[in-house]
């Protein structure tokens, strides 16, 4: 089954430490994204790449961290820059264009204690 | 810049009621218009989309016109049911460089038998 899949769906890290966020997609789409949600904010755009090797920031890209290595794959990394890192992290793909719609994962819900 | 503004929830309604969730839009050029559904601890689905003024997009009896003149998406459902409760979130994309989606901050719905 083609999807995209975002591993582990609970993670819980201690102020300070760095944590990267797993995201794959074997749909073979060029553009990846990565959106933060919290209660009443919806959802935020923290990077984006639209092809491998290049990524741009969104809107709060403050304290994160991305790489786009190979097509399938756009790891998240939260780092201790990042002052309120508790939430619930979503990844998704599509293709390139005007009108494609976007595929998500199941999310990723992070806690730091 | 791009937004998308709707309706602030919750809403909650009885079983078979009817159903609108407004939806508007601040966008350059000529975007395409979705509605995506939330259910709870998951990831985003499309519900349904339009890419043109005037198109109408529908599915699992969610209806939604692409109205130009007014710059509105509003998602309608003639009787709903207790498994539409979710979250719904209306977003756009448009052209130029690049085709990432801006969403609205989405409306929690709760349906009772």
Known sequence: ?113 | GNSVTQMEGPVTLSEEAFLTINCTYTATGYPSLFWYVQYPGEGLQLLLKATKADDKGSNKGFEATYRKETTSFHLEKGSVQVSDSAVYFCALNSGGSNYKLTFGKGTLLTVNP
């Open chain 1, 1 to 113: 089954d083609g999807g995209i899949t975002q591993s582990p769906k609970y993670l819980f890290r201690k102020e300070g430490q760095n944590v990267t966020l797993s995201c794959e997609q074997n749909l073979n789409h060029d553009a990846m994204y990565w959106y933060r949600q919290d209660p009443g904010q919806g959802l935020r755009l923290i990077y984006y790449s639209q092809i491998v090797n290049d990524f741009q920031k969104g809107d709060i890209a403050e304290g994160y961290s991305v790489s786009r290595e190979k097509k399938e794959s756009f790891p998240l990394t939260v780092t201790s820059a990042q002052k309120n890192p508790t939430a619930f992290y979503l990844c998704a793909s599509s293709a390139n264009g005007q009108g494609i719609e976007a595929f998500f994962g199941q999310g990723t819900r992070l806690t730091v204690v």
